[in-house]
């Protein structure tokens, strides 16, 4: 289990690295959902989104000898910039497994922030056994994306910065919502939230078609999914809640919300015309789970996570393009 | 002439409807300037620009006899809808005189918002004298765009704001590059930088065919230019400085920079892929300026405003799609 102490020395760690988001209020989204709304904009993060946050926990906790042998990740990509990111700032080499049809926006962001990129067909390759392999034949340590603890106490801090500035703010939220692929920044932030605001209720949401998360809630057990499925979610599609990351989800989670791909499409076009903010299909859930109307945020306080902003531009155009 | 103690008068007033915006860091934009960049995100703004601002501390300084009377305003688009708004947050009827063929999105947003628009044509008819019979047939104040001593100290408090998180956060700016329509935003913001940190120098910028205050700033006098010019700043479109901002700007600004709608374009394109943000062309003249190498950046620590995200989605989709 992770601790609310390893939340804050993660969060002491990113202090020196200086990515620490606003908590953002919007009368727009207010008047949509009839209550008040706190934004937590990761998309404004360097990188584009929160991976940044576990990637550097991890990697600044390596011994010298293992940051010599360099790390490998696989990711759909933003894991794979934010460990790009954080290899660059420490000094340790970085190469990332990634799907051949990632958004070309995060392969070319990869490669540019400093990471090695191997890619894969997402739906007939194993990425994780590619990476195992080639950890294994060079010595390096792996990276995953959601299932270590460090990474579960760097994506906290997302959780941590929305208590103390809403605490701050004198607007604690009622409730918080949190996009969820394997369960990395919402189990983390889950142990933050409730250890500072023992009363709030945490929502993680997923695409309706990744559902692995409510499928496994609902089931109490963990419980996968086919994977073969399509999503404009490229960001949240795994096919089974995480050993370390659901337990935990289990514990402090009221429920598990999901979104269709057109609720997400509406949502980004929201966030461009009110929200003035770019979010990716991933990064929006939390926000077309509030706008479509999952749950009551009528007279409550409600926190939502935009988790990333990295989308090609053919595709953010033809969906802005899109009638309301 | 402006005092600092007006401008903190107006963010005590203001304090009320919490619109205060963060400063960012984007680490893109430091690498791609080679100094350290602060981002004032007045996109993010209630209304998507700074207007509110000032509109807002003029209209709640009304006496009652004349808030019954409504006001008469006329604007391009952002201070129509930042009157619209406060006239609604305050229950005084808004009615604002605005180019037909301003964007779509600002002539709805500002109905939406509880205005009446008025609508004439920018090339041939003259907003200013429409505005003043309709303000004198019903016995209504006027609220000029930008010179009012109430409008200007309202503005203001976006540089207020700028100082005191620069020097909270211990990055105090060498150089702040504000964007100049009328000179409201850049006079207010000019008086309050210089008050808290009196070593700032403060650049302003404009579109390069609406380059009246460069030109006057030059003359040292107020000269007027041919109005019939086409921009894609449509909120940056004036043919001359203001009676009351003009002074202020010649007392205060080190100098005045001019940016093609080139250069407003593919700053736009940066805000896009990098900062994650939707701005408008008229909005992101200071990125502009910043981005194309107008001014020494290197070493330095430079804030830029980026001043309103009204833009329409088939413009921002267009220069979206364009090559870098």
């Keep these: 289990m992770i601790e609310i ?12 690295i200086s990515i620490r988001t606003p908590l953002l209020h919007n009368v727009e989204l207010d008047d949509a959902v009839g209550g008040v709304v706190l934004i937590k904009p990761e998309c404004l993060q360097l990188t584009g989104s929160f991976k940044i946050r576990g990637a550097y926990n991890l990697l600044s906790q390596l011994t010298a000898a293992e940051a010599r042998n360099g790390v490998v990740a696989w990711s759909s990509g933003n894991h794979a910039q934010g460990v790009a990111a954080a290899g660059t700032m420490l000094g340790i080499p970085t190469s ?39 950890a294994a034949a060079r010595g390096a340590a792996l990276v995953p994306s959601y299932d270590h603890a460090h990474i579960i106490a760097g994506q906290g801090t997302v959780g941590l910065e929305i208590a103390d500035d809403a605490i701050r703010m004198k607007q604690v939220p009622d409730q918080v919502l949190i996009p969820c692929g394997g369960g990395g920044l919402s189990s983390g932030s889950a142990v933050a939230l409730k250890s500072r605001l023992p009363d709030v209720d945490i929502f993680i949401v997923e695409p309706e078609d990744f559902d692995d998360t409510a499928k496994s809630f609902s089931a109490g057990k963990r419980i996968g999914i086919d994977g073969s499925a399509r999503s404009i979610c490229d960001a949240l599609q795994t096919s089974m809640p995480g050993e370390l990351t659901f337990p935990i989800i289990q514990q402090r989670v009221s429920g598990v919300l999901t ?35 999952k749950l009551k945020t009528g007279g409550k306080t409600t926190a939502i996570v935009l988790s990333g902003g990295n989308v090609d531009v053919e595709l953010f155009g033809a969906i802005q393009a899109e009638p309301s």
């Design 5 to 16: 102490g390893e939340i804050e020395a993660a969060a002491a760690r990113l202090d020196g």
């Design 96 to 134: 990332i497994v990634m799907p051949q049809d990632a958004p070309k926006l995060k392969l070319d962001n990869t490669r540019r922030l400093g990471g090695e990129v191997i890619t894969y067909d997402r739906y007939t390759g194993d990425r994780e056994a590619i990476a195992r392999e080639l």
């Design 259 to 293: 979104v269709s791909d057109a609720e997400v499409r509406a949502a980004m076009r929201f966030a461009f015309r009110h929200l003035k903010l770019v979010v990716e299909p991933g990064g929006a859930v939390a926000l077309a789970a509030l706008l479509s109307g």
